[in-house]
């Protein structure tokens, strides 16, 4: 499904639609280039899965992992700082992405695939995610391409913007 948003607010709204969509043990790999709006997507993302108006979501590039409590738990990974496979192992995502019990959004997920064969994850597999891949078209314009990936018969809702 493709998703074009013209404004930050519309990046929030559609983030909420398909945040009251994902259910505990979904995992969200978040694909785009620097400013792309990954962060307020997930913004949105949190609002949809109950996190409070007033609790902040901000990118965890210096922290690599924020946890947040909306209805059930959101774990918020950021990837852009680690530089290896190695790193990126050392954080014990299995534990998070997993467990069963939380939705996990990943920016930079590029990062999981290993460069030399780009269609394998690391030494973890994630069978089951939700892949979306943000593309920056002007100063406000995205597209978003929201790809739901070995989740049986989940579909995705329609999403109303306008």
Do not use: C
């Given at each position: 499904?493709?998703?074009?948003?013209?404004?930050?607010?519309?990046?929030?709204?559609?983030g909420e639609h398909l945040g009251q969509w994902l259910k505990a043990g979904d995992i969200v790999l978040l694909f785009g280039d620097l400013g792309s709006g990954k962060t307020t997507l997930t913004q949105g993302l949190c609002r949809g899965l109950g996190l409070p108006q007033n609790e902040y979501v901000r990118s965890p590039s210096f922290t690599?992992?924020?946890?947040?409590?909306?209805?059930?738990?959101?774990?918020?990974?950021?990837?852009?700082?680690?530089?290896?496979?190695?790193?990126?192992?050392?954080?014990?995502?299995?534990?998070i992405l997993f467990a069963g019990k939380s939705?996990?959004?990943?920016?930079?997920?590029?990062?999981?695939?290993?460069?030399?064969?780009?269609?394998?994850?690391?030494?973890?597999?994630?069978?089951k995610r939700v892949e979306i891949r943000i593309e920056i078209n002007s100063e406000t314009d995205r597209l978003l391409k929201i790809a739901p990936v070995n989740l049986g018969d989940r579909t995705l809702p329609t999403f109303p913007l306008h």
């Open positions: 499904m493709q998703v074009s948003t013209h404004s930050h607010g519309e990046s929030l709204a559609l690599l992992i924020n946890e947040y409590q909306g209805a059930i738990p959101i774990y918020h990974i950021d990837l852009y700082r680690l530089d290896t496979i190695q790193e990126i192992e050392t954080l014990g995502l299995e534990e939705v996990s959004i990943v920016e930079w997920a590029e990062k999981l695939f290993p460069p030399t064969n780009p269609d394998a994850f690391l030494s973890f597999e994630i069978d």
